[in-house]
Nanobody
Framework: QLQLVESGGGLVQPGGSLRLSCAASGFTLDDYAIGWFRQAPGKEREGVSCIRNNGVSTNYADSVKGRFTISRDNAKNTVYLQMNSLKPEDTAVYYC????????????????WGQGTQVSVSS
C-alpha cells in the first residue's frame, strides 16, 4: 500500500527555518514526482514545489522562490522541503503527494497524499 508520511512541521519565528520530510513506504520513489502543497484556514490548497522522478526538474510557487528548496534522496525513499526565511503567510498545513513521473501544479493530478504537517510562523 502506497503511503506518504510528512514530518518536520512546527512553530517558528519569522525569518526562521524548517525542513519538512516526506517519507514513502509501500513503493519506491524512483518513478514518482513528489509535490508539496499547503492549505491555510479558509483558503484553497496551493502548490508550493514539485520535483519530478529524475530529481533534476523542480518548480516552485512564486511566493516561495529563493526561500524554499526541494530535494529527494531515493536511497532513503524521502523527499525534503527546506524552508528558509519563513514568513507568517507561510503558515499552513503542508502536504506531500505523489504522481507518476512528471510534476503538476494541479493538486487533483496527484493520487496519493500524506496526512499533512502543521507549519506555524509567528512571533
Amino acid at each position: 500500500q502506497l503511503q506518504l508520511v510528512e514530518s518536520g512541521g512546527g512553530l517558528v519565528q519569522p525569518g526562521g527555518s524548517l525542513r519538512l520530510s516526506c517519507a514513502a513506504s509501500g513503493f519506491t520513489l524512483d518513478d514518482y514526482a513528489i509535490g508539496w502543497f499547503r492549505q491555510a484556514p479558509g483558503k484553497e490548497r496551493e502548490g508550493v514545489s514539485c520535483i519530478r522522478n529524475n530529481g533534476v526538474s523542480t518548480n516552485y510557487a512564486d511566493s516561495v522562490k529563493g526561500r524554499f528548496t526541494i530535494s529527494r534522496d531515493n536511497a532513503k525513499n524521502t523527499v525534503y522541503l527546506q524552508m528558509n526565511s519563513l514568513k507568517p503567510e507561510d503558515t499552513a498545513v503542508y502536504y506531500c503527494a505523489a504522481r507518476l513521473s512528471s510534476c503538476s501544479n494541479y493538486h487533483g493530478a496527484f493520487g496519493s497524499w500524506g496526512q499533512g504537517t502543521q507549519v506555524s510562523v509567528s512571533s
